[in-house]
Every structure is written in C-alpha cells, then in structure tokens.
C-alpha cells in the first residue's frame, strides 16, 4: 500500500472518531409512563397526558419514533417533546395515552425506531 493511500486511511479513521455520535435508529429498553405534575416539557410546550407525545434523551424534538411494545405487538408513533428517561435501562418515557394505546402501565419493553415526519 502506497504512503499516500496509508495517510488517508488513518485520517479518515481519525475524522470518524471525532465525529459525534448520532443516535441510534432503532433502539430497545424499557418505556415507563410519565408521571404529570402539571408544567413545560424541555421542548417548551404544556404537557398533556392526552397527547401521543414521548421523553427521549437524544433524538430531536419533533422526531417520529414508532414505539412497539414487545409482549404484545402493539406500536404507536409518538413526537419527541421531552427529554428523560434518566433511569439505567429506560429509553423512552411515553404520556399515558401512548401508554394506553401500547397496552400497558408502569414499565414495558419496547423497541424504537426513528419513522420520518408525519
């Protein structure tokens, strides 16, 4: 292998790791059921329970994520508003409507996946 060839593979391995990490497009975890007090999410908007609207640490504000409860199938897509869960093995926390639609209370093991805008 060429010098030349050898210096430009160690820069882009380089550039690689500098680069941030993006979020996963498909994640798997425990979801929890928010907990509403009344108030603002970090998005800026009032939170309601009513909403199909979830708390994840990384992706954007307004991202569509189909959450799909693995016990029993069910999905819902939900709009990032929020950010949370900050509890080791949670992923999302989701309002008590998309809790609903999923078929459970408390906590369910679900996967993520990022799904475009709607």
């Given at each position: 292998?060429s010098?030349?060839?050898?210096?430009c593979?160690a820069?882009?391995g380089?550039?690689?790791?500098?680069?941030?990490?993006?979020?996963?497009l498909?994640?798997?975890?425990?979801a929890?059921?928010?907990?509403?007090?009344?108030?603002k999410t970090?998005?800026?908007?009032?939170?309601?329970?009513?909403?199909?609207?979830?708390a994840h640490?990384s992706?954007?504000?307004?991202?569509?994520?189909?959450?799909?409860?693995?016990?029993?199938?069910?999905?819902?897509?939900?709009?990032?508003?929020?950010r949370?869960?900050?509890?080791?093995?949670?992923?999302?926390?989701?309002?008590?409507?998309?809790?609903?639609?999923?078929?459970?209370?408390?906590?369910?093991?679900?996967k993520?996946?990022r799904?475009?805008?709607?």
């Amino acid at each position: 292998m060429s010098m030349k060839v050898r210096l430009c593979a160690a820069l882009c391995g380089a550039t690689l790791l500098l680069l941030p990490a993006a979020p996963a497009l498909a994640q798997s975890g425990l979801a929890s059921v928010y907990a509403y007090k009344g108030g603002k999410t970090a998005s800026g908007e009032r939170c309601s329970p009513a909403a199909l609207t979830a708390a994840h640490r990384s992706f954007p504000f307004g991202t569509h994520v189909r959450v799909t409860n693995k016990r029993n199938g069910r999905s819902v897509v939900v709009r990032i508003n929020d950010r949370g869960p900050f509890i080791k093995g949670r992923v999302i926390d989701v309002t008590p409507a998309a809790a609903k639609a999923l078929g459970f209370s408390g906590l369910a093991p679900v996967k993520l996946e990022r799904v475009a805008s709607q």
